[in-house]
């Protein structure tokens, strides 16, 4: 646990910003505002600074972090092992300091791995390395014009890791029609469901492999979809976690707080969108501009004609996932499928987790799921 750090943990208000999730805090002394798009994908936490050169970092709602104006920041040395944890590409600069590349599918950042003061909510100051970026390199809009991310990965760098957390929670309110709606990220001994909430469900999480780069992730173990009424005809194998050589896994099924639309491996994609397709027949319409989309429906008739859909876990868990979870509308009039053919890879995205109460207990190793209004939570 690293200095200012306690039992209790954090908190930190989250809103939804057009396809993510962002988390809001301060850093430095005096603090400066931040907010981060909310990461279980990966682990760095990070944030643009004023050492971007012009028109290199994304655009930002708030003003970019200034180290130089808080007395609290400390560059992280070379020689440091978390110097190491912050990506597999890092280097010394000529001062001895750490500097890191960090990657993501939306692209790669370049900065440097240093030490301040957060503060979270209400909470007490607490000192973390994070990640003072000076390049970006992301798919345009990427940020929703946050100011990085915090990383709520199994790795070193995490602020579930660094704040030494054994669970986290946090409950996301619906992509339309929130009004502003916020809910809150809690990290450590805040972590809960609502006791007045709906029926919890749990499972075990699926290991992560030790010689896997993205160990880091948080795997579920789904076996089975449901489309209505109809269990699809989807082999095991789709689902599963595969070494194809050292160090090289693909499959598995990731949830993901980063990644806004769930994606399926083909071999899941191709029963469900046929029969959708079946089910929906008489009631399809051509996706707006002729592409893009594979499945549409009128957008006021969304409630009425798609089924819902269940994701089945290993040991009984169930996850309903309401129309309104997997259709998002296109245009005012259109609505279509928001759920992406991934190949190998299954992925749970935010989009799928709305008013979705989860908790994560990285201590237990167990993962646990109830229907809330997130905006009460």
């Given amino acids: 646990m690293r200095g200012g750090a306690t039992t209790a943990g954090v908190s930190a208000p989250v809103h939804w910003a057009t396809q993510q999730y962002i988390a809001e805090y301060v850093v430095g002394s005096p603090p400066q505002r931040a907010e981060a798009l909310i990461d279980t994908g990966s682990d760095l936490i ?6 971007c050169l012009r028109k290199v970092c994304a655009r930002q709602d708030l003003p970019y972090f200034n180290s130089s104006a808080t007395s609290t920041f400390s560059p992280v040395p070379c020689r440091d092992a978390s110097c190491a944890a912050a990506n597999s590409v890092h280097l010394c600069a000529l001062d001895g300091s750490c500097e890191f590349l960090a990657t993501y599918a939306a692209g790669g950042i370049i900065g440097a791995l240093a030490t301040d003061a957060f503060v979270f909510g209400s909470g007490e100051p607490v000192t973390l390395a994070f990640g003072c970026v000076s390049f970006v390199q ?10 990085g991310l915090i990383g709520l990965g199994r790795g070193r760098l995490s602020l579930v890791s660094q704040l030494d957390a054994k669970k ?3 409950c996301l309110t619906p992509y339309f029609h ?32 030790k010689d896997y780069p993205y160990s880091s992730f948080y795997y579920l173990p789904l076996i089975g979809i449901t489309v209505g009424e109809t269990r699809l005809a989807i ?3 789709a689902f599963e976690l595969r070494r194809l050589a ?3 896994w693909v499959g598995g099924v990731v949830i993901d707080s980063g990644s806004p639309f769930t994606a399926l491996a083909d071999a899941a994609y191709q029963p469900l969108t046929g029969e959708l397709s079946r089910q929906l027949n008489a009631s399809l319409v051509a996706p707006p501009g002729g ?27 169930d996850m309903v996932v309401p129309p309104e979870n997997y259709w998002a509308p296109v245009d005012k009039s259109t609505a279509c499928l928001a ?11 935010n989009f799928q987790q709305q008013n979705l109460h989860l908790l994560f207990d990285v201590g237990g190793g167990k993962f646990s799921f109830q229907t809330a209004d997130c905006s009460t939570v």
């Fill in 291 to 317: 592409g893009g989309m594979e499945l549409c429906v009128p957008k006021g008739e969304v409630k009425a004609v798609v089924p819902a859909m269940v994701f089945h876990f290993a040991g009984g868990a």
């Fill in 178 to 209: 929130n009004n502003g709606a916020t809910s809150h990220l809690f990290v450590g001994a805040g972590a809960s469901l609502s006791s007045g909430g709906g029926v919890t469900s749990s499972m075990a999480f699926v290991e992560s492999p």
């Fill in 46 to 51: 990070w944030t643009q600074s004023t050492t």
């Fill in 138 to 147: 992301l798919s345009p809009g990427s940020l929703h014009g946050a100011s």
């Fill in 168 to 170: 986290f929670s946090y």
């Fill in 235 to 237: 082999p095991s194998s």
């Fill in 339 to 349: 759920i992406l053919d991934g190949f190998d890879q299954n992925i749970i995205g």
């Fill in 246 to 248: 050292e160090g090289f």
